[in-house]
């Protein structure tokens, strides 16, 4: 619906507003009336009106004067004003002028003519206002720390502020010819891959869209996120981009999930015989043998030093910027099968089963990751195929074969299926996840996103699929040779 002009007319004659009111309504326009020179000022305050329709001959205080205040109100300045009156000498008209007036109209005033100066003084101060706030939003765009781009319908790029031609590697005088995904992965992996091949104009309200451009031996990961707008008529559909640096915040997520994970899993298993054994003593040492005492004390001190270990591994695991580095930090194909053990044994898992194919000489070929990072990230695969098993205990099957430039890890489980709109949503933190018959809805977490920014820091990629043979889950990942 468009927008109505509103337009103050002031009076002190209930006559003169009733016949400005007569000629103006019906006319596309919201009326407001004042019937003295301070109750005009005090509305104008309130409304800031497109023209206001002033008379001049008022007690206490007349038109010319209430012009003068006007105008000398900063807020109120630009107001335009037709002094509407039964003087037409050069005298008044003059002091009109001064006063700040931008049009005449004498009484008796022609009503055609009265109500074509009243639409183009509100068509051209509507223009004035609009071209105003556009060269407020240009400058506030041009200044801002994101990138804002405007895209026509077939994705190319109408406008990009200074920050968005910085992200893109663009120059300032450069003539756009590309379409913004062209640009975009000339430089950035596109994550989550299956969400930007449903277009632009997908969305959904969790979910989340990156520029990922993996780290190097040079250069750490930078990451942007992409929001997107459809703006839609019956006409055309233009997007609105927006880029947002989210590197840090990346970061500080991925450290507060490792250091959490770590504390949960790691822990907990050396804490147990640790503090048993001290509560035992501490109850019992007055019974005990001095052969008995030694042995305690002995259990509690492997227990302690292992403890220690733990603490420094966590500790090592909250730089996972450096774990996660290319040619600094790497781990062998053969050393999966032991991680791989480990976790099974953390998490108490009954079956797991790994399968390698298509790899030649296993101890000699590295990937691009630590072994702290393939433990974080097969830990939390395990730990979600667990919460989500219906029995909480999953049979878990690891495939590892090589693909080109890299090897592909999937963890399959016989757990339940999941929606279209549950895989899409499954790299997204905090996304609802199943419902179960009890009636819990066990949310996603942070954690798989935590493991899609390990993965696609490093170039590699994340898929989810509901397997085909049985009910359950296929978490399957890429990650580049070293």
């Not at 001959?57 to 000398?72: Q, S, T, Y």
């Not at 991680?339 to 790899?359: R, T, Y």
């Not at 997204?428 to 493991?451: A, D, I, N, R």
Request: glycine fraction near 6%; hydrophobic fraction near 40%; include cysteine.
């Amino acid at each position: 619906m468009k927008q109505k002009s509103t337009i103050l007319i002031v009076d002190d004659e209930e006559i003169g507003r009733e016949a400005l009111k007569g000629l103006l309504t019906n006319q596309g326009y919201d009326l407001f009336f004042a019937s003295n020179g301070i109750e005009a000022l005090a509305l104008a305050v309130k409304l800031t009106p497109d023209v206001i329709l002033l008379d001049v001959m008022m007690p206490e205080m007349d038109g010319f004067e209430v012009c003068h205040a006007l105008r000398a109100n900063s807020l109120m300045a630009e107001i335009p004003i037709i002094i509407v009156t039964a003087l037409d000498d050069q005298d008044s008209r003059q002091s009109g002028i001064e006063a700040g007036a931008d049009e005449f109209i004498s009484k008796p005033f022609n009503r055609a003519e009265l109500r074509a100066r009243v639409r183009t003084v509100t068509n051209l101060n509507r223009y004035r206002r609009l071209l105003t706030e556009q060269t407020k939003f240009k400058w506030v765009i041009e200044q801002a720390n994101e990138g804002y781009l405007i895209l026509d319908h077939n994705e190319q790029i109408c406008y990009a502020n200074p920050q968005a031609r910085l992200y893109l590697n663009l120059h300032t005088e450069d003539v756009i010819t590309e379409s913004f995904l062209y640009l975009a992965k000339k430089q950035y992996h596109c994550e989550p891959q299956d969400i930007w091949k449903k277009g632009l104009g997908y969305s959904e309200k969790q979910i989340l869209r990156y520029l990922v451009r993996p780290e190097t031996s040079i250069s750490d990961a930078f990451w942007l996120q992409v929001d997107v707008m459809e703006i839609s008529t019956r006409e055309n559909k233009q997007y609105i981009i927006r880029l947002c640096d989210v590197t840090d915040n990346i970061l500080l997520k991925r450290q507060k999930w490792a250091f959490q994970g770590q504390i949960n899993h790691k822990l907990r298993t050396p804490l147990i015989p640790f503090t048993n054994a001290s509560q035992y003593l501490k109850e019992n040492f007055s019974q005990m043998s001095e052969a008995n005492i030694e042995e305690f004390i002995n259990m509690i001190y492997s227990g302690g030093i292992r403890l220690q270990s733990e603490i420094e591994e966590i500790l090592n695991y909250l730089n996972v910027s450096k774990a996660t580095k290319i040619g600094v930090a790497f781990c062998k194909l053969s050393k999966l099968q032991s991680i791989v053990i480990a976790i099974k044994k953390m998490l108490e898992l009954k079956s797991v089963h790994v399968f390698q194919q298509d790899i030649d000489e296993p101890d000699k070929t590295y990937i691009s990751a630590s072994n702290e990072m393939m433990e974080l990230i097969l830990t939390e695969l395990f730990s979600n195929a667990k919460k989500f098993h219906p029995k909480g205990s999953p049979i878990l099957q690891v495939n590892i074969t090589t693909v080109p430039n890299g090897i592909r890890i999937q963890v399959c489980d016989n757990g339940i299926r999941l929606s279209p709109e549950q895989l899409a949503g499954i790299w997204t933190p905090y996304y609802q996840g199943e419902k179960f018959h009890t009636g819990e809805v066990k949310g996603m977490g942070l954690g798989l996103s935590m493991v899609a920014s390990l993965i696609w820091n490093i170039g590699g990629t994340c898929r989810a699929y509901n397997r085909t043979d049985i009910s359950g889950l296929v978490i399957e990942i890429t990650l580049p040779f070293d």
